[in-house]
C-alpha cells in the first residue's frame, strides 16, 4: 500500500517525550484502519483510528515513564507495516537557530588537539535538512527530510556539537535518553522562522513579501544568480594568462607575510578576482611523512590548495576552518611547496589571524606562517552577491519550524542572534516569535537561548559595540516568562564566527535547563543586575539578583564603564570595583555625572571581570538611579 505514511520524524532509534501525551499522524486511504502496537519487555500496548475523508489519520500515545528499555512501534494497515526500532522514551528538545547551533562536532575538533566527544547511543539526533519556502500560506506538517541516528562512530561528529554537549550533561547527571530535534540553518534570522501573515501583522515587510511570495520567485532569483556566477567567472578564465604552469613559473611574485588581510596589502587593497598564493617548506629528513593534516586556519573567500602540484583540498565559502587531510605520498623530505589559488569576490580577502598556519605530521608541526609569495592571476569587478535565501524572512517557517509544533518536546533552545542586525527590535521580535511557537504548540515550551559570545569581525566592517547591543537586546528577552539565557561570552574567538569551544556552550544550555525545567539547585546559578544607585560622588552601587557568590576576577577590574555627563560634556570612564556580597561598588571620577552603567561593553572583550557561582556575569548596561 504505497500511500501507507508515518510522519517522518517517527523513525527507528528515535527518542520520545517522557511522561506526556505524543501525538502521532499519517496518511492512509480514506476509511482505513490503522493499528500502533508498542511493544516493550513483556508488554504491547494496540492502539487503533480510521483515517479520516481527507487520508489523515492520527493517535495519541498515552505517557510512558523515561527508560532505556528499547521499544518496538509497529504501525499497520491493509497488511502494511512500518517499523520503529529502538525507539527511548526520555527527554526530547528542540534545537534552532543559526550556524553556531547547527554545526557538527567534526566542524568544532582542533586538528591539533581535538576535544573528542564521549559516545553515548542514549543520545539521538534527527537533523532536519534545510529547505527554503517563500509560499504566502505555505505550511507543511511534517518535515521534507531527515532520520534519527545514534551518538555512537561516525554519526557523533555530524551531530550538533552544542546539541550533544547539552544532551550529555542531561543524560549524565539525570539518567535519561536524551533526544534532540535540530532545525537550525546558518545565517537565518529570528523573522526567517515567522509566517508571512505574522510579518505583515507586525508590519515593515510587505514590500519583500510581495515580491519573494510570487510564483516562481526562489526557482528565477537562483537561476539569475548562477547566470551571474557563470559570466563573472567567464571573465575571470578570460583574463588570466598566469595559472596555465603556474606550478612551474618562477617570475612574476611578490612578497607577503600571512595571515594578513588584502586591505593591509597596497597591490591587493580592494582585489577582486583570483590570486595565487606559495611558499616552499622543508620537512626534515627525521619527520615522519604519515598522516599528513595541512592546516590553513580561515581564508575569504574561497580556495583551492595544491601541494607539489597535487590537489590536497578546496573550501567554496569563507567561513569554515581549512582543515585538508591528503595521502603523505604526495610528500617527500627536503623541499615541498604548497600553493593556494584564492578567489575573492567583494574585495575584503584575508588569511584570517590568529589562526594555525602550518602542516601536521603526526606530533610535528612545521609553521607555514610567515613568509609567502603571490602573484596576481585576473582582477575583475566585485561579483554580483548570491541570494542567500535562508537568511531571510520566512524561509525557514514552513519547513523547518512548523513540522515541529506537533511534537511535544521538554525544551527550546535557541543559539541565535548574529543575522539580526537591528539590535532595537530584536527583543520584539524574539518575544513574538516565542508567543507564536508556543501558542501552536499548545503549551507553553521552555525556552532557552545562547547569548553571543567575544568576537571580531575578520573583515573589520562590524559596527563597534554592535555585538554589545545585540547581547544587551537578548538580556532583555529574560522579560518573557519561562525563558533562560546561557552566558557564554568567554567561549568565543576573536576572528572565528564559528569558535570552536562548544561543550562549554552546551553545558551552560544544559544549566539552565536544570533550573529552568528541572527545578534543580545543585547546578551553578546566574545573577543579573536589578539596579545601579548613584550613593554618592563618585560611587556608583549595583545591586545583583545573586547573592554571596560573586567575585572579581582581576585585581583590578577593566570592564566596568560610567557613561555621563561632565561639565563640557557626554563622557565614557572607566571604573574601579569591588565586589560586596551581591553587590558591586564602583567608584569613578567625581566629575562625571553618571547616567548608565555598562560592563563588557565591547564586541570582543579580551578577558572577563565578574564571575558568580563559578560562570561569567552576564554583559550589561543599566540606567543609574540618583538619590
Not at 559570466?231 to 618562477?250: A, L, Q
Not at 578576482?273 to 606559495?278: A, E, L, N, Q, T
Not at 590548495?305 to 623530505?333: A, C, S, W
Amino acid at each position: 500500500m504505497s500511500d501507507f505514511s508515518v510522519m517522518r520524524f517517527f523513525g527507528s532509534h528515535m527518542v520520545l517525550q517522557s511522561g506526556v501525551d505524543n501525538t502521532v499522524f499519517g496518511k492512509a486511504p480514506c476509511g482505513s484502519q490503522v493499528t500502533l502496537t508498542i511493544k516493550g519487555s513483556g508488554t504491547s500496548d494496540i492502539l487503533k483510528t480510521v483515517t479520516d475523508n481527507n487520508g489523515r489519520w492520527e493517535m495519541v500515545i498515552p505517557p510512558y515513564k523515561p527508560s532505556f528499555e528499547p521499544f518496538t512501534l509497529v504501525f499497520s494497515c491493509g497488511g502494511e507495516d512500518i517499523v520503529c526500532d529502538d525507539v527511548l522514551f526520555g527527554e526530547l528538545y528542540h534545537i534552532s537557530g543559526q550556524s553556531n547551533m547547527e554545526l557538527p562536532i567534526s566542524r568544532t575538533l582542533d586538528p591539533v588537539s581535538p576535544h573528542l566527544p564521549q559516545e553515548c547511543e542514549y543520545i539521538r539526533e534527527f537533523r532536519v535538512p534545510v529547505q527554503s519556502c517563500f509560499g504566502e500560506n505555505e505550511e507543511y506538517d511534517d518535515f521534507l527530510g531527515g532520520h534519527w541516528e545514534r551518538a555512537v562512530g561516525e554519526p557523533v561528529y555530524q551531530m550538533s556539537g552544542a546539541g550533544f554537549y547539552f544532551a550529555r550533561e542531561i543524560y549524565e547527571k539525570y539518567n535519561v535518553p536524551v533526544g534532540l530535534v535540530n532545525t537550525a540553518a546558518g545565517g537565518a534570522p529570528v523573522e526567517a522562522r515567522m509566517p508571512c501573515s505574522m510579518l505583515r501583522r507586525i508590519g515593515g515587510y510587505d514590500d519583500y513579501l510581495d515580491k519573494v511570495t510570487a510564483p516562481g520567485y526562489m526557482e528565477n532569483t537562483a537561476k539569475a544568480d548562477q547566470e551571474n556566477l557563470d559570466n563573472w567567472w567567464k571573465t575571470i578564465e578570460e583574463k588570466d594568462t598566469v595559472s596555465n604552469g603556474i606550478f612551474e613559473r618562477t617570475e612574476g611574485f611578490t612578497e607577503c607575510t600571512i595571515p594578513f588581510s588584502f586591505r593591509d596589502e597596497p597591490a591587493l587593497k580592494g582585489f577582486c578576482g583570483k590570486v595565487w598564493f606559495r611558499k616552499t617548506f622543508v620537512i626534515p629528513d627525521d619527520v615522519s611523512l604519515d598522516d599528513p593534516v595541512l592546516i590553513l586556519g580561515a581564508i575569504i573567500d574561497a580556495d583551492i590548495v595544491y601541494v607539489n602540484g597535487q590537489k590536497v583540498g578546496e573550501t567554496g565559502y569563507m567561513y569554515p576552518p581549512r582543515v585538508y587531510r591528503f595521502d603523505k605520498d604526495i610528500l617527500h623530505h627536503g623541499e615541498n611547496t604548497v600553493f593556494i589559488r584564492l578567489q575573492v569576490n567583494n574585495g575584503m580577502g584575508a588569511f584570517v589571524p590568529k589562526k594555525r598556519y602550518c602542516l601536521k605530521l603526526g606530533k610535528t608541526l612545521i609553521d607555514l606562517s610567515g613568509r609567502w609569495e603571490y602573484i596576481i592571476a585576473a582582477k575583475v569587478e566585485p561579483a554580483i552577491p548570491g541570494t542567500f535565501f535562508q537568511g531571510t524572512p520566512l524561509s525557514m517557517y514552513a519547513a523547518l519550524t512548523a513540522p515541529a509544533f506537533p511534537i511535544r518536546f521538554a525544551g527550546l533552545l535557541w543559539y541565535q542572534a548574529e543575522s539580526n542586525g537591528d539590535y532595537k527590535r530584536y527583543p520584539m521580535l524574539f518575544e513574538e516569535f516565542v508567543k507564536m511557537y508556543r501558542e501552536r504548540c499548545g503549551y507553553e515550551i521552555p525556552v532557552i537561548f545562547a547569548q553571543l559570545p567575544n568576537f571580531a569581525d575578520p573583515l573589520g566592517n562590524m559596527v563597534p559595540a554592535h555585538w554589545a547591543n545585540l547581547r544587551e537586546a537578548q538580556r532583555k528577552c529574560l522579560s518573557i516568562p519561562k525563558t533562560a539565557m546561557a552566558v557564554t561570552i568567554d567561549t568565543g574567538e576573536s576572528y572565528d564566527l564559528h569558535p570552536l569551544d562548544k561543550w562549554d556552550v552546551g553545558k551552560r544550555l544544559a544549566y539552565c535547563a536544570e533550573k529552568l525545567i528541572y527545578d534543580d539547585d545543585t547546578c551553578p546559578g546566574q545573577t543579573y543586575p536589578v539596579k545601579a544607585e548613584y550613593v554618592s560622588e563618585g560611587t556608583v552601587l549595583i545591586t545583583f539578583s545573586g547573592t554571596d557568590n560573586m567575585t572579581l576576577k582581576n585585581d583590578r577590574a577593566e570592564y566596568f564603564e560610567i557613561v555621563g555627563q561632565d561639565s563640557v560634556c557626554r563622557t565614557i570612564v572607566r571604573a574601579d570595583a569591588k565586589c560586596d556580597g551581591g553587590n558591586v561598588i564602583l567608584t569613578f571620577d567625581k566629575d562625571i555625572t553618571p547616567e548608565k552603567v555598562r560592563y563588557l561593553w565591547k564586541n570582543d572583550p579580551a578577558d572577563i571581570d565578574l564571575i558568580y557561582d563559578g560562570l561569567p556575569v552576564t554583559p550589561f548596561e543599566i540606567t543609574v538611579d540618583k538619590k
